[in-house]
């Protein structure tokens, strides 16, 4: 069993910047693929980001490229999402996510554990 828990969202302008962290309690941390999801009010949860479990491997959707990273410190047991030049459409809850089996995936229901979510609000 693994509980997440997301933290480091909050109000910020745009152009500036966020760290997310997700804190994981399991002793098989470091074996799974993670993922960063978020949620727009009226919207569906969407793709971010996602880090293999070595963290050797991650992969984007376009419209973050180039301005978020996604990280892993397994003795840590903690994911990172540094989010830089954000965009008020960058406004969402953001879910952090692991999967058990597989690779990193873009696919949200690949994902066995979620976590409560952080708020991001990028104001204009």
């Known amino acids: 069993q693994v509980q997440l828990v997301e933290s480091g969202g909050g109000l910020v302008q745009a152009g500036g910047s966020l760290r997310l962290s997700c804190a994981a309690s399991g002793r098989t941390f470091t074996n799974y693929p993670m993922g960063w999801f978020r949620q727009a009010p009226g919207k569906e949860r969407e793709f971010v980001a996602s880090?293999?479990?070595?963290?050797?491997?991650?992969f984007y959707t376009d419209s973050v490229k180039g301005r978020f990273t996604i990280s892993r410190d397994n003795a840590k047991k903690t994911v990172y999402l540094q989010m830089n030049s954000l965009k008020p459409e960058d406004t969402a809850v953001y879910y952090c996510?692991?999967?058990?089996?597989?690779?990193?995936?873009?696919?949200?229901?690949?994902?066995?554990?979620w976590g409560q979510g952080t708020q991001v609000t990028v104001s204009a």
């Open positions: 880090i293999s479990w070595s963290g050797s491997s991650s």
């Open positions: 996510a692991a999967r058990s089996s597989g690779s990193y995936s873009l696919d949200r229901n690949a994902y066995n554990y």
